[in-house]
């Protein structure tokens, strides 16, 4: 009686211990599990924060220097300005935004920065001195001196789809669509539309 009692006690042990192992084994499993669960969540909230980081540079992160005295009063020459690439994607340029473009497309030029003063279906005209737009002055946001020479503007130029007519705020020393070699902007070849400026430190702030 007592040998069998030992073998029940050492077979009862046994399932003990088995019992406990495999409770062990599948601890460890959902362990397991669960840290690759967690690496994995972690490993995407990565790829998703370097994702938003890249578009969000590649949209609103493009620095573009500021060449010449053309926009002088609103930019002035080495300033460092952003570029929003993202806002002509989803909406069109209008009166006033300020403009980053290359000139006829060309890649071998510097960007320029203008004004838009007319776009697609507008008539635009200087007279006087002064900027019209479909028979109506101009409503500016900044204060312009007289302007010296029309050039181009002199006789209405209507413009065309998908086009703007840009001048420089400083109106007496800017080329700009007045001028034969620039002309009325293309969209297709407009970088984004200019918003802040981030040098130098005393400049630093969003464009009006």
Same mark, same amino acid.
């Given at each position: 009686?007592?040998?069998r009692r030992?073998?029940?006690?050492?077979?009862?042990?046994?399932?003990?211990?088995?019992?406990?192992?495999?409770?062990?084994?599948?601890?460890?499993?959902?362990?397991?599990?669960?840290?690759?669960?967690?690496?994995?969540?972690?490993?995407?909230?990565?790829?998703?924060?370097?994702?938003?980081?890249?578009?969000?540079?590649?949209?609103?992160?493009?620095?573009?220097?500021?060449?010449?005295?053309?926009?002088?009063?609103?930019? +002035?020459?080495?300033?460092? !300005? =952003?570029?929003?690439r993202?806002?002509?994607?989803?909406?069109?340029?209008? &009166? %006033?935004?300020?403009?980053?473009?290359?000139?006829?497309?060309?890649?071998?030029?510097?960007?320029?920065?203008?004004?838009?003063?007319?776009?697609?279906?507008?008539?635009?005209?200087?007279?006087d001195?002064?900027?019209?737009?479909?028979?109506?002055?101009?409503?500016?946001?900044?204060?312009?001196?007289?302007?010296?020479?029309?050039l181009?503007a002199?006789?209405?130029?209507?413009?065309? +789809?998908d086009?703007?007519? !840009? =001048?420089?705020?400083?109106?007496?020393n800017?080329?700009?669509?007045?001028y &034969? %070699?620039i002309?009325?902007?293309?969209?297709?070849?407009?970088?984004?539309?200019?918003?802040?400026?981030?040098?130098?430190?005393?400049?630093?702030?969003?464009?009006?």
């Amino acid at each position: 009686m007592r040998h069998r009692r030992n073998r029940y006690k050492t077979g009862r042990s046994r399932g003990r211990r088995s019992a406990s192992s495999l409770s062990f084994g599948r601890r460890r499993k959902e362990i397991n599990k669960d840290s690759i669960k967690a690496g994995f969540l972690w490993a995407g909230e990565i790829i998703l924060v370097v994702g938003v980081a890249a578009l969000i540079v590649f949209f609103l992160g493009v620095r573009v220097p500021v060449i010449g005295q053309s926009m002088a009063g609103t930019l +002035e020459n080495g300033e460092t !300005v =952003l570029v929003n690439r993202f806002v002509y994607r989803m909406f069109t340029p209008k &009166a %006033n935004d300020i403009i980053v473009f290359l000139p006829n497309g060309n890649e071998k030029s510097h960007y320029y920065l203008k004004r838009v003063i007319a776009v697609p279906g507008d008539t635009v005209q200087i007279k006087d001195g002064k900027v019209y737009v479909n028979d109506k002055p101009f409503k500016e946001k900044i204060e312009n001196p007289y302007v010296e020479s029309g050039l181009l503007a002199d006789e209405p130029i209507v413009v065309g +789809e998908d086009e703007y007519f !840009v =001048l420089g705020d400083n109106r007496n020393n800017s080329e700009d669509s007045r001028y &034969a %070699n620039i002309g009325n902007v293309k969209k297709e070849h407009i970088l984004g539309k200019a918003w802040f400026i981030i040098a130098p430190w005393e400049s630093f702030g969003l464009l009006k």
